[in-house]
């Protein structure tokens, strides 16, 4: 019978015995906290201190273990000498030696004329052989904690191995019995390991660094399944009652109609199913997902003429300026024949004109408003919000988008959309609090993009090439990684960029980075949108949505340091128009098998979806845009590579456990993932 509390794990490393203060400041430099924490710092390695070694076979440089009879101590009177504990055994001698020891402790560790055991790394001083401040000093009886096979952890400063043992012992001789979340069937089909079993077995070395042992399965497993009842929590949380939208979609069947091109078959899939959705009784929380011009604004500014047919107000926001303008364009354009009232707002909208929209949106007198997170401001009050749409959303991460949804009120539907691909396995991790729409196919007028790749130092071949493209009046993107030269990395600077290239074209090249202010950056834009320039230097701020109908070609620098996904973005910037696409992938020399690959993989296929799977395969997950951009990064263990298979279970579990949850059954796994106090936050 174990009397440890269950509690135990989840408080403060103080309470530890021999963790005070300074020790707990260091351990919280290695992210503990808490006493979980612990538990959860698996070893990386193990150092071999098994075999006693004679002192006639040591190795310099290693870590060895020796049994030796200590034969005399000097402490020598003069500051700043070491002491010095001289030893042997029957084939030779060796010194141990101290800095900053104290003679009584050395005394008492070091017994004249007994046998000791000690650890540590072997050097050698003045023909002799030595240990400096070694790790380990026993006597015979307590070998046994020292000679074998000892994990390794990560250490910081002011924590040694010998330290943090006696902490992880503490640990893992007091951890309380819990009553297992899983059933033992289940345990056994899917070759996993119980929980009480797990995080002892998991401080065993060969079971943390083999990813696929049924401990560190088990492990993968329960962090996926807390991410995941999160997710599923926060969903039910969303979607509650609300008013039911009425309408007979007599509008979008107009504008469709007026429309210059005929949908596709997928845009017309995705907005029946958002029309569904809005006229449930439940509120809607879904995201509209497809390839870079695959056309979401025209789905989503459809069902936003439904809405508006049911007398609700809506509000379309767009990441950057540009963006939302160009939104607001395009609405102006196909709501031209209705009496649908569009207004735009930005930060930067004059004050005057700003308090009028205000009013206006308080009295109902505006339909839509389309603008960038300005939208989103306290002093923004609706007279009857009814759905919020919000664009390239992979801005965001699970709280924000949650916050969003309860910014509408409780009668808002809300759509989020975005051209960033996800792979199949990471959906659930990612979105599983929402529902999914998928544009699967690309407007048929739409040519693939060409895409090339050319070795730098061939960069001249290129001048001749732009020239012609100026001469037809096409529109170039040139794409550098950084800004300025950096000396530590090899990278193209954008800067550098600009200046060479405006040399071979003065007068029709802008430059547009990071580092510029708003009004800097749309200015360049819409210089280039007016065709005022033709080549535009940028790093990768162009990356988000704006359609550019004229641009048709993009050279991207060092497209090796770019990951897939990224890559296939900054494509899709081109070709938007009526002329053909095309894309230069510049290298350096002396590429990697894996970057041939890659360049070979986006030069072969225009389907972004087929792209982030391949990107997933070969780079790891960590390189998604989605992923690094919400700071979503929510697996400590779980690799949706190695472990797809849990993954897929654990999305089969959260599902048929669905709304019976039983909170205090899953309480504990929660709290172990820093999980509860998510959902106590998040009361939609
Ligand atoms: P994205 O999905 O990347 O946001 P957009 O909505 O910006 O794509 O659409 C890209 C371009 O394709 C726009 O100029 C839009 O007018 C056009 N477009 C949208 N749907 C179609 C279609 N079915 N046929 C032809 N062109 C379309
Ligand atoms: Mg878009």
Same mark, same amino acid.
């Given at each position: 019978?174990?009397?440890?509390?269950?509690?135990?794990?989840?408080?403060?490393?103080?309470?530890?015995?021999?963790?005070? +203060?300074?020790?707990?400041?260091?351990?919280?430099?290695?992210?503990?906290?808490?006493?979980?924490?612990?538990?959860?710092?698996?070893?990386?390695? *193990?150092?071999?201190?098994?075999?006693?070694?004679?002192?006639?076979?040591?190795?310099?440089?290693?870590?060895?273990?020796?049994?030796?009879? $200590?034969?005399?101590?000097?402490?020598?009177?003069?500051?700043?000498?070491?002491?010095?504990?001289?030893?042997?055994? *029957?084939?030779?001698? /060796?010194?141990?030696?101290?800095?900053?020891?104290?003679?009584?402790?050395?005394?008492?560790?070091?017994?004249?004329?007994?046998?000791?055991?000690?650890?540590?790394?072997?050097?050698?001083?003045?023909?002799?052989?030595?240990?400096?401040?070694?790790?380990?000093? +026993?006597?015979?009886?307590?070998?046994?904690? $020292?000679?074998?096979?000892?994990?390794?952890?990560?250490?910081?400063?002011?924590?040694?191995?010998?330290?943090?043992?006696?902490?992880?012992?503490?640990?893992?001789?007091?951890?309380?019995?819990?009553?297992?979340?899983?059933?033992?069937?289940?345990?056994?089909?899917? #070759?996993?390991?119980?929980?009480?079993?797990?995080?002892? @077995?998991?401080?065993?070395?060969?079971?943390?660094? #083999?990813?696929?042992?049924?401990?560190?399965?088990?492990?993968?497993?329960?962090?996926?399944?807390?991410?995941?009842?999160?997710?599923?929590?926060?969903?039910?949380?969303?979607?509650?009652?609300?008013?039911?939208?009425?309408?007979?979609?007599?509008?979008?069947?107009?504008?469709?109609?007026?429309?210059?091109?005929?949908?596709?078959?997928?845009?017309?899939?995705?907005?029946?199913?958002?029309?569904?959705?809005?006229?449930?009784?439940?509120?809607?929380?879904?995201?509209?997902?497809?390839?870079? &011009?695959?056309?979401?604004?025209? $789905?989503?500014?459809?069902? /936003?003429?439904?809405?508006?047919?049911?007398?609700?107000?809506?509000?379309? !926001?767009?990441?950057?300026?540009?963006?939302?303008?160009?939104?607001?364009?395009?609405?102006?354009?196909?709501?031209?024949?209705?009496?649908?009232?569009?207004?735009?707002?930005?930060?930067?909208?004059?004050? @005057?004109?700003?308090?009028?929209?205000?009013?206006?949106?308080?009295?109902?007198?505006?339909? =839509?408003?389309?603008?960038?997170?300005?939208?989103?401001?306290?002093?923004?009050?609706?007279?009857?919000?009814?759905?919020?749409?919000?664009?390239?959303?992979?801005?965001?991460?699970?709280?924000?988008?949650?916050?969003?949804?309860?910014?509408?009120?409780?009668?808002?539907?809300?759509? =989020? !959309?975005?051209?960033?691909?996800?792979?199949?396995?990471?959906?659930?991790?990612?979105?599983?609090? !929402?529902?999914?729409?998928?544009?699967?196919?690309?407007?048929?007028?739409?040519?693939?993009?060409? +895409?090339?790749?050319?070795?730098?130092?061939?960069?001249?071949?290129?001048?001749?090439?732009?020239?012609?493209?100026?001469? *037809?009046?096409?529109?170039?993107?040139?794409?550098?990684?950084?800004?300025?030269?950096?000396?530590?990395?090899?990278?193209?600077?954008?800067?550098?960029?600009?200046?060479?290239?405006?040399?071979?074209?003065?007068?029709?090249?802008?430059?547009?980075?990071?580092? %510029?202010?708003?009004?800097?950056?749309?200015?360049?834009?819409?210089?280039?949108?007016?065709?005022?320039?033709?080549?535009? $230097?940028?790093?990768?701020?162009?990356?988000?949505?704006?359609?550019?109908?004229?641009?048709?070609?993009?050279?991207?620098?060092?497209?090796?340091?770019?990951?897939?996904?990224? %890559?296939?973005?900054?494509?899709?910037?081109?070709?938007?128009?009526?002329?053909?696409?095309?894309?230069?992938?510049?290298?350096?020399?002396?590429?990697? @098998?894996?970057?041939?690959?890659?360049?070979?993989?986006?030069?072969?296929?225009?389907?972004?979806?087929?792209?982030?799977?391949?990107?997933?395969?070969?780079?790891?997950? &960590?390189?998604?845009?989605?992923?690094?951009?919400?700071?979503?990064?929510?697996?400590?263990?779980?690799?949706?590579?190695?472990?797809?298979?849990?993954?897929?279970?654990?999305?089969?579990?959260?599902?048929? /456990?669905?709304?019976?949850?039983?909170?205090?059954?899953?309480?504990?796994? %929660?709290?172990?993932?820093?999980?509860?106090?998510?959902?106590?936050?998040?009361?939609?």
């Amino acid at each position: 019978m174990n009397l440890i509390k269950k509690d135990f794990i989840f408080q403060d490393i103080k309470k530890l015995k021999g963790v005070g +203060t300074q020790l707990s400041k260091y351990l919280r430099q290695k992210k503990v906290e808490k006493i979980k924490d612990i538990i959860f710092d698996l070893p990386y390695s *193990e150092t071999d201190r098994s075999k006693l070694s004679k002192l006639n076979e040591l190795e310099i440089g290693k870590i060895q273990t020796i049994k030796v009879k $200590v034969k005399k101590i000097n402490f020598p009177r003069i500051r700043n000498l070491p002491n010095k504990v001289i030893c042997e055994d *029957e084939t030779g001698k /060796i010194d141990i030696v101290y800095f900053n020891s104290r003679e009584g402790y050395l005394k008492k560790i070091f017994p004249i004329n007994e046998w000791v055991v000690i650890s540590g790394k072997i050097n050698f001083f003045r023909n002799n052989y030595q240990i400096t401040n070694p790790d380990y000093v +026993t006597n015979l009886e307590k070998q046994n904690y $020292v000679v074998k096979n000892i994990p390794k952890y990560k250490l910081t400063k002011g924590i040694n191995e010998k330290k943090y043992r006696s902490i992880i012992d503490q640990v893992t001789q007091n951890l309380p019995i819990v009553e297992d979340w899983l059933n033992d069937d289940f345990i056994k089909e899917n #070759n996993l390991l119980n929980w009480n079993e797990t995080i002892k @077995k998991l401080h065993f070395t060969e079971e943390s660094k #083999n990813h696929k042992s049924k401990s560190f399965r088990r492990l993968v497993f329960d962090e996926i399944c807390a991410n995941f009842i999160v997710l599923s929590e926060n969903r039910k949380r969303i979607k509650k009652f609300k008013k039911e939208k009425i309408f007979k979609e007599l509008i979008s069947n107009n504008i469709i109609k007026a429309l210059p091109f005929k949908l596709t078959n997928s845009q017309y899939e995705t907005l029946k199913e958002i029309n569904l959705d809005i006229k449930s009784d439940k509120r809607m929380f879904r995201i509209l997902q497809g390839d870079v &011009g695959s056309g979401k604004t025209i $789905v989503s500014l459809l069902s /936003i003429a439904n809405v508006i047919e049911s007398n609700f107000q809506c509000a379309l !926001m767009a990441p950057t300026e540009i963006l939302a303008l160009q939104h607001f364009q395009l609405a102006k354009n196909i709501f031209k024949d209705t009496k649908i009232i569009v207004e735009f707002l930005s930060g930067k909208t004059e004050t @005057k004109e700003r308090k009028r929209i205000l009013k206006d949106l308080e009295e109902g007198k505006i339909n =839509l408003i389309i603008g960038t997170h300005a939208l989103f401001q306290k002093k923004i009050r609706f007279k009857n919000l009814g759905y919020t749409v919000i664009d390239e959303q992979h801005k965001f991460g699970v709280k924000q988008r949650s916050n969003l949804a309860q910014k509408g009120g409780k009668d808002c539907d809300v759509l =989020l !959309m975005s051209a960033t691909p996800i792979p199949r396995t990471m959906m659930m991790s990612l979105y599983g609090d !929402m529902d999914v729409s998928k544009i699967k196919e690309k407007p048929s007028i739409r040519k693939k993009i060409i +895409t090339l790749s050319k070795p730098e130092k061939k960069i001249n071949e290129l001048w001749p090439f732009l020239q012609n493209q100026i001469n *037809e009046k096409n529109q170039i993107f040139w794409v550098c990684p950084l800004i300025k030269e950096s000396k530590f990395l090899d990278y193209s600077s954008a800067k550098e960029k600009f200046d060479l290239i405006l040399k071979k074209f003065p007068g029709k090249v802008g430059l547009i980075h990071g580092a %510029l202010d708003k009004i800097e950056k749309d200015k360049v834009l819409k210089k280039f949108l007016n065709k005022d320039i033709n080549i535009l $230097v940028s790093t990768t701020v162009i990356e988000v949505g704006i359609d550019f109908p004229n641009a048709n070609l993009i050279i991207i620098e060092n497209a090796n340091k770019f990951g897939l996904a990224q %890559l296939h973005q900054l494509r899709g910037r081109v070709g938007r128009g009526k002329k053909q696409g095309m894309c230069v992938l510049m290298f350096k020399d002396g590429l990697s @098998k894996n970057a041939i690959k890659r360049l070979k993989i986006l030069k072969n296929s225009d389907d972004g979806f087929f792209i982030a799977e391949e990107d997933l395969k070969l780079r790891g997950f &960590g390189d998604l845009i989605g992923f690094q951009q919400s700071g979503d990064k929510n697996f400590k263990f779980a690799d949706p590579i190695v472990h797809e298979d849990l993954f897929k279970l654990a999305e089969n579990l959260i599902f048929k /456990i669905g709304d019976n949850i039983n909170q205090k059954k899953y309480s504990f796994l %929660l709290k172990l993932f820093d999980k509860a106090e998510i959902l106590n936050l998040k009361d939609v």
